[in-house]
Each structure stands twice: as structure tokens, then as C-alpha cells.
């Protein structure tokens, strides 16, 4: 029913940074919360941010003041702007559309796309 498609990724050098894009299809977008998660090499899965139906946002502490999240309803995108990136930030950056209260396992995810910051 959903299919959402990441983009944006790439290699940069610490400091530098990225916009992330992750456009959506097949669904009623403007109702569901969006997430952006990243899957670190050897580490589990985490949260980076996420923004409500209505505009609300939540960020991991780490990439506070660094990252913002962002969504355009008409165009049924969800953007996570990236700056003053870090070799931590390293990883796959999942985007990820749920709703209510479901497990993170459920909903819809993207198929992802790497991001890699040297330093």
C-alpha cells in the first residue's frame, strides 16, 4: 500500500553536510508520523528523529542542534537536513511511516540509503 523511497545519502567529510529525502507513495501520508532511524555497522538500529502528523519533533540527543527533520505534506516527502555531520553519524538512514501506538517493527519502511562521513 505505501512505498517509500529514500535519497540524499553520500560521502562527506566530517563537518560537511546532507540533506536526506524520503518521498512517499500509495498512502495517506499527511496522517502518519515519519521517522528517520540509522543501523550503524556492528550497532542496532536507532531513532534519529521523527515528526508527528501535526509537527511535533523528537531527536536522539546526539545529533540535537545538528539534524532537523522536516515534512511537506503536498509533496509527500519527509526531509532530514544534516549538519555539522560526524564519523558517528555514520550508517544507513532508514525512513519509516507509522501510526498510534504500533510496535517500530511494524508500519512501512524505505529500503534505505548509506551515509558515510569520513574523518
Known amino acids: 500500500q505505501v512505498l517509500l523511497v529514500e535519497s540524499g545519502g553520500g560521502l562527506v567529510q566530517a563537518g560537511g553536510s546532507l540533506r536526506l529525502s524520503c518521498a512517499a507513495s500509495?498512502?495517506?501520508?499527511?496522517?502518519?508520523?515519519m521517522g528517520w532511524y540509522r543501523q550503524a555497522p556492528g550497532k542496532q538500529r536507532e531513532l534519529v528523529a521523527s515528526?508527528?502528523?501535526?509537527?511535533?519533533?523528537t531527536y536522539e540527543d546526539s545529533v540535537k542542534g545538528r539534524f532537523t527533520i522536516s515534512r511537506d505534506n503536498a509533496k509527500n516527502t519527509v526531509y532530514l537536513q544534516m549538519n555539522s555531520l560526524k564519523p558517528e553519524d555514520t550508517g544507513v538512514y532508514y525512513c519509516?511511516?507509522?501510526?498510534?501506538?504500533?510496535?517500530?517493527?511494524?508500519?512501512?519502511w524505505g529500503q534505505g540509503t548509506q551515509v558515510t562521513v569520513s574523518s
Open positions: 519509516r511511516s507509522g501510526w498510534g501506538s504500533i510496535p517500530v517493527e511494524r508500519g512501512y
Open positions: 500509495g498512502g495517506i501520508f499527511s496522517r502518519n508520523a
Open positions: 515528526i508527528r502528523s501535526g509537527g511535533t519533533t
